[in-house]
């Protein structure tokens, strides 16, 4: 760490590279759809190439009669299948409505893409030529898929049980405080604002294979997912069998950010297809089906409000919201525009009083769930996209308004219970400026300017709350050869597991990295877990690790006593040796070795980490960007971000993570959008030529600077870095864009800033000006 307090991550010892990235870049990684299966057959979705239409008849009689085929299942022949649940309580009056979501289809379908038949058959193509002969007849009905629409008094109908398509409403904070604080505000700002719908688009499509033992009645799922505890627990509601029969693993994944941890359909399919058959079942979606029948994120309307005293110091926020959950009620879905944005609500601000109104309802769309960040970005979006919008209104620089109202005073109270334990919000926004050169910035852009281009600068903060559930596990083993297991309840998507737990049992019980082995993702070898999401692992995980690390001190210290034959007291553990005064030492091995040729039983121990608060990453970042008034078009030139994640263990890994955050966050400001047909809710974004993810030469070298600020919330002092980018790149790109576009008398844009949006806001204000 250097004297700015920012950490050097290239030159820091503790900058490991990946253990896992030999297997990976060598082609020995375990994928979920990698090498063959004995005996096992292929499943193949038919889904609705209709929005929203009644299932009249399923003619599936020469589908099955096809060479290869073993089964042919419709809602019919599923009806002992109980409907996906949603695992997600919400506290609403009237309560949160969850229709029921069978497997299959029944009477009708809701979006395009929702499953209608199962063909199970020896091979892929003769699966998928089966599908082809499946003759449904369709009663097409009237479809919405425009959240604006969906609410409207004249819109269609998806549910009997949700008039108004009106699923949940959600409400938040002191109403008659607020009030007050408007009537009393001197400036009152806002903001109407668009979070567009988005994918996740993972590397690795979903996958999953199912099996079934008929001796033992139990079944095991192999999938491409994460939380493998919640989903046994949701297909068990489905399959109506206890939990504890059902095994869920998962081998390396390649990428998932929140859309694999959802129950899907072709889950519990699988199961039950392997079941009646007696042979595994596996299933591989291609791409199409990926966009059209996974979960997708974000789309939301928001309407903020911001109330300011004549000093410019925020007084109250006032948060309406309409979000979309797609025609179902996913596993976390109605999370993302609740309880998940209601901490991080109003960011880094001191804002004594808010409210949140927020009206979750259903379109004929593909469900939405949890996707990276869930819920912070778009609370961070709000509230810094109010902030810039005051600060011109109000003509204050928009870094000195963001200080005037930083938090300041620790622990703080936000007003919705969150407990912020600290923070250096004002020195991380006056390195990132000084890192970004924004003294120079008005001679860049007059340069730019002499050349016909536009050039904007931009600031943007975010405050995450990372933890996911408040409980996890973690157990460790000593192995017979000598290495030790470390079984944890939360799971890998890529982020480095195998690495960075080693870093930390190794500093923990000073052992070498290389003898830690990294149980994960299997619930027959991990009993509990809170899985992955929320930034989790290292808080959650490593703290429990933590916590099993002590444990296995104290387990081994009655070994090591008769080793060292001291008195059980006097020993002491340090730096991986056991000591007693006057009776010499002994490594952990060594007495781990003592302890199983004595008692028969390997040296072992268990770390609860219970009740955890949550951690808030944080930072301060700035984006300068040009644009081409004549095509739109949006060059980003350059992105500085001044974080704090707590405690770094690898802060290699840790810019890792931040880096993939950051450019999802910037492909949903500039290309991201999953977009349906309004008039008859076709998916117009269904392959990558028509939904644009962002490429090396969209991107700068990212400049990341981390600030370490440790919280007292776990054992390490970590706060959290999956998520951070993803939730502090929109707002910062788009008021780059912005500062860009103002001097033409742009004051807004929505996300995604594509050139066509950018070049048709300049020709609509133009046109606007007297005169023109």
């Known amino acids: 760490m250097n004297r700015s307090g920012m950490t050097a991550t290239s030159a820091d010892p503790r900058s490991m590279r990946r253990f ?32 929203h239409a009644a299932i009249r008849a399923i003619d599936a009689k020469a589908a099955r009669n096809l060479p290869g085929v073993r089964a042919v299942y419709t809602a019919a022949e599923i009806e002992d299948l109980g409907p996906l649940p949603c695992s997600l309580a919400v506290k609403a009056e009237p309560p949160l409505i969850v229709p029921p979501r069978p497997p299959l289809a ?17 091979s892929p193509d003769a699966a998928r030529q089966a599908c082809e002969l499946i003759a449904v007849d369709y009663d097409i009905l009237p479809a919405v898929t425009e959240l604006a629409a969906a609410a409207g008094p004249d819109a269609p109908r998806i549910w009997a049980e949700a008039p108004g398509n009106l699923a949940l409403h959600y409400r938040r904070g002191d109403d008659d405080a607020v009030a007050a604080a408007f009537r009393r505000a001197a400036h009152v700002v806002t903001c109407r604002l668009v979070n567009n719908r988005i994918a996740a688009a993972a590397l690795e499509p979903r996958a999953a294979l199912g099996r079934f033992d008929a001796k033992s009645g139990r079944y095991r799922l192999s999938l491409s997912g994460a939380s493998v505890h919640d989903i046994r627990r949701e297909l068990a509601a489905v399959l109506k069998v206890e939990p504890g029969r059902i095994d869920v693993a998962c081998p390396d994944v390649g990428g998932g ?69 797609g025609a179902y009620v996913s596993s976390l879905g109605p999370g993302s525009a609740t309880t998940a944005p209601t901490p991080a609500m109003g960011g880094l601000y001191d804002i004594p009083a808010m409210t949140m109104d927020v009206r979750c309802v259903f379109t004929n769309t593909a469900p939405i769930d949890a996707y990276r960040g869930a819920g912070k970005p778009e609370a961070n979006y709000l509230i810094e996209r109010l902030v810039d919008e005051a600060a011109h209104r109000l003509r204050i620089d928009p870094a000195l308004l963001r200080k005037r109202n930083f938090i300041r005073r620790f622990p703080y109270r936000k007003p919705f219970g969150a407990v912020l334990d600290d923070g250096a919000f004002a020195g991380n926004l006056d390195r990132a400026l000084a890192a970004a050169d924004r003294a120079g910035f008005s001679r860049r852009r007059s340069e730019a300017r002499r050349r016909g281009k536009l050039r904007g600068f931009g600031i943007g903060c975010f405050l995450e709350t990372a933890r996911g559930g408040p409980d996890e596990d973690a157990w460790l083993t000593f192995r017979h ?23 930390v049992l190794s500093r923990q019980l000073g052992l070498p990295t290389e003898q830690f082995n990294l149980v994960q993702g299997d619930t027959a070898r991990v009993p509990t877990g809170g899985g992955h999401g929320g930034a989790r692992s290292l808080h959650m995980g490593g703290g429990a690790l933590v916590l099993a ?26 730096d991986g040796r056991f000591r007693a005064p006057g009776a010499g030492e002994a490594d952990l091995a060594t007495v781990a070795r003592h302890a199983m040729e004595t008692t028969g039983e390997p040296l072992s121990s268990h770390g609860a980490h219970r009740n955890a608060p949550l951690t808030f990453p ?8 040009e644009v081409d008034p004549d095509t739109g078009a949006v ?54 030529m028509d939904y644009a993810l962002p490429r090396a030469a969209d991107l700068p070298d990212f400049e990341l600077a981390m600030v370490e600020l440790p919280t007292q919330a776990n054992p390490l002092g970590v706060k959290g870095a999956g998520q951070a980018g993803c939730i502090g790149a929109p707002q ?32 609509n204000t133009r046109a606007a000006q007297p005169g023109s």
């Open 549 to 574: 690390a002590r444990a296995l001190i104290e387990a081994g210290k009655p070994a090591a006593a008769q080793l060292l034959q001291a008195p059980l007291e006097a020993v002491i553990f340090h």
């Open 106 to 122: 029944r009477e009708r379908v809701r979006h395009v893409g929702d499953p209608v038949a199962f063909v199970v058959a020896e």
């Open 618 to 625: 944080n930072g301060a970042q700035v984006a300068e960007v």
């Open 732 to 763: 910062t790109v788009i008021h780059a864009i912005l500062d860009a576009l103002r001097p033409l008398g742009v004051a807004h844009i929505d996300m995604p800033a594509t050139p066509d949006r950018i070049w048709h806001a300049i020709r």
């Open 635 to 688: 060059t980003l030139l350059r992105y500085v971000a001044v974080d704090d994640y707590g405690t770094l263990i690898n802060p290699l890994l840790t810019e890792a993570q931040v880096h993939g955050g950051l450019a999802q966050g910037i492909g949903q400001a500039l290309m991201e959008q999953v977009r349906y047909d309004p008039a008859g809710g076709q998916l117009l974004s269904a392959t990558f």
């Open 481 to 503: 050869d000598g290495s030790i297991d470390m079984a944890v309840g939360t799971q890998s998507n890529g982020q480095g597991h195998e690495t960075s737990f080693a870093q």
């Open 20 to 51: 896992e990235d030999e297997r990976f870049l060598t082609g020995r990684g375990n994928y979920q759809d990698d090498g063959e299966v004995s005996a096992a057959l292929h499943a193949v979705v038919l889904r609705s190439p209709h929005a």
């Open 257 to 325: 950010f929140g859309m694999k941890n959802v129950t899907y359909p072709e889950y519990a399919l699988l199961l039950a297809a392997a079941e009646r058959l007696g042979r595994p079942v596996r299933w591989l979606a291609d791409r199409i089906e990926d966009f059209a029948g996974g979960a997708h994120a974000r789309d939301n309307l928001t309407t903020g409000r911001l109330a300011l005293d004549a000093r410019g110091r925020f007084l109250a926020l006032a948060v309406e919201t309409v979000a979309n959950l």
